[in-house]
């Protein structure tokens, strides 16, 4: 990967980290999405399945929702999704489902993840799709923001009270 390519990447993922960030202040998990089309955001968010009363609230659901809505496609082509946590199988599926071009994820999800459980040739054979895969783009920083929102959260502070809110 070249080195404005690499740049690049790490832009927009701060971005995401923006969206995640925004989430865990809202009590949420803190995971954020970013979706690029030639250099333009086409929808961002953070995960809100708590604050929609909806289990399909991930970041990557909702930007894929806003994204489609905003070109009037659900078909998202050569678009780049970024995203702070390795996608669950949901939204692994709703990538391929979209025919997003590009994943760059930060940190890994050994527990949900769907990307590192399964070899590139797998992916192709579940999916009539081919996804382009980048994953550890600004890992450290997604990883500390999810470990200080659960390590706040079992300690009985709120998210939203004084104390509760990880820093930077």
């Known amino acids: 990967m070249a080195g404005t390519d690499a740049a690049r990447d790490e832009a927009w993922m701060d971005q995401a980290l923006d969206w995640a960030e925004q989430a865990g202040q809202a009590g949420e998990v803190p995971v954020g999405a970013v979706l690029v089309r030639d250099g333009a955001c086409l929808a961002g968010a953070g995960n809100a399945p ?12 909702i930007v894929l929702r806003e994204a489609a809505d905003r070109t009037g496609n659900y078909r998202l082509g050569g678009t780049t999704l970024y995203v702070t946590l390795e996608p669950c199988v949901m939204c692994l599926g709703a990538l391929m489902l979209a025919r997003i071009g590009r994943l760059v994820y930060a940190a890994a999800d050994p527990r949900f993840g769907a990307i590192e459980r399964l070899s590139p040739g797998q992916l192709g054979w579940i ?42």
């Open 50 to 61: 708590i604050g929609r009363t909806d289990p399909t609230a991930h970041a990557e659901i």
């Open 127 to 168: 999916f009539n799709h081919h996804l382009e895969i980048t994953g550890g783009v600004r890992a450290e920083p997604a990883g500390r923001l999810l470990q200080e929102f659960f390590a706040i959260r079992r300690s009985g502070r709120s998210m939203l009270e004084p104390g509760g809110k990880p820093e930077k």
